[in-house]
C-alpha cells in the first residue's frame, strides 16, 4: 500500500500554479484587497473554474500571503459573489444559475446601454480601446484561442462602460464581468459562443465612432438579449 499523501501532496492544486505567476507583483506588504484582484483577474481570465475549491495552504503558499490575509480576500471576493464558502468543506469558486443570468444581464443593460446615451464627443482614447478589444479578439480568433476572444470581448464591454466617464460604475462593470465568465463556462461550444460577437463588436465601434449612438444602443440592446438567450438556453 502507499503511504498516505501530506498535507502539502493533498494540497497542490493545478490552479495554484496559476496564481503563483502572480507573486512578482505581491509583495510582503500586499494587502488582502490585492490578493482579490488576482484571483478576480484568474476568474475573468477564465482560469479559474465554477465548482474549484481553493485551498488555503495552496494558495497562501503560491501567493506568499499569510493565511489572514488570504482569508480577507476570500471575504471580500464572497462579498462580490464570486466564492461561496461551504461549512466545514472550504471555500469554492462560485455556480451560478439562471437567475444570476438573467440579473446579470439587466444590470449590463442599465450600464452598457445608458453609458452609450449618456456620451458625447467621445474622447479618442476611449474609442482607440473599443477599438483595440475587438482587435485582440480578432488576433485570438485567426489562432483559435476562443478563451482569449472571451476575455477580450469583456475589454470591449469594459470599454463600452467607460464612456460614462464613472469610476464606480467601472468598478461594478469589472465585477460583473468576473460574474460573467462564471456564467460563459455553461456552454462548452465557445467558438459558437464567441465568434459571432466579433462583428457585432465592430458594427457598435463604427456606430460610435460616427456618432450615431442611438442606433449603437440600440444594436447594443439587441446584442444582450441574444446573448442572455443563449446563456440561458445553456443553462436549460
Known sequence: MGSPSTPDQADADPWSDLLADNRSV??????????????????????LRPGTRLSEHSAGKALGV???????????????????HEFHR???????????VTDLYRTRRL????AIRAASD????RL????????AAEEAAAKERWLDVGTANM??????????????ADEIMQQLTAELRLAFHATSALRRFHEPYIELNRRIARLLADGDLDAAAHALDDYLTTAQRQLLDAFA
Open 26 to 47: 505581491l509583495d510582503r506588504t500586499s494587502t488582502a484587497e490585492r490578493v482579490a484582484d488576482a484571483l478576480r483577474q484568474w476568474i475573468i481570465d477564465g482560469r
Open 66 to 84: 499569510s493565511r489572514n490575509t488570504l482569508r480577507e480576500a476570500f471575504r471580500l471576493l464572497v462579498h462580490e459573489r464570486l466564492l461561496v
Open 90 to 100: 472550504g471555500v469554492f469558486v462560485r455556480v451560478l444559475d439562471a437567475d444570476d
Open 111 to 114: 450600464l452598457e446601454t445608458g
Open 122 to 125: 467621445i474622447p479618442q482614447e
Open 128 to 135: 482607440a480601446a473599443i477599438t483595440s478589444a475587438i482587435t
Open 155 to 168: 475589454r470591449f464591454h469594459q470599454a463600452i462602460t467607460a464612456l460614462a466617464g464613472s469610476p464606480r
